[in-house]
């Protein structure tokens, strides 16, 4: 019913940027809140930063100051850009989007994830 489309990962040197980007389709009629949540092997998935329809935002302590989240409420659209990258962000980050669908049901769904890694 609804697909998460991440994009932008890849390779980058320690103190460079990278910007994400993921798009929702199908049969949503409204997004509270769409995030960034990531993975690291051998860890958790933990949340990288969130914000609301509204222009609400959270953030990781790890990441504040360093990342940005924003969102294109018309394109259902959320982007992560990522600046001052280390290695210890090195990870699989997975979007995440919580609303609710065209026949009313709540919905809350996740993208395949898309990797990041922070390497020399």
């Known amino acids: 019913q609804v697909q998460l489309v991440e994009s932008g990962g890849g390779l980058v040197q320690p103190g460079g940027s990278l910007r994400l980007s993921c798009a929702a389709s199908?049969?949503?009629?409204?997004?509270?809140?769409m995030g960034w949540y990531r993975q690291a092997p051998g860890k958790q998935r933990e949340l990288v930063a969130a914000?609301?329809?509204?222009?609400?935002?959270i953030y990781a302590d790890s990441v504040k100051g360093r990342f940005t989240i924003s969102r294109d409420n018309a394109k259902n659209t959320v982007y992560l850009q990522m600046n001052s990258l280390k290695p210890e962000d090195t990870a699989v980050y997975y979007c995440?989007?919580?609303?609710?669908?065209?026949?009313?049901?709540?919905?809350?769904?996740w993208g395949k994830g898309t990797l990041v890694t922070v390497s020399s």
């Open positions: 914000i609301t329809s509204g222009g609400s935002t």
């Open positions: 995440n989007a919580a609303g609710l669908l065209e026949g009313g049901d709540g919905m809350d769904y």
């Open positions: 199908g049969s949503i009629f409204s997004i509270y809140a």
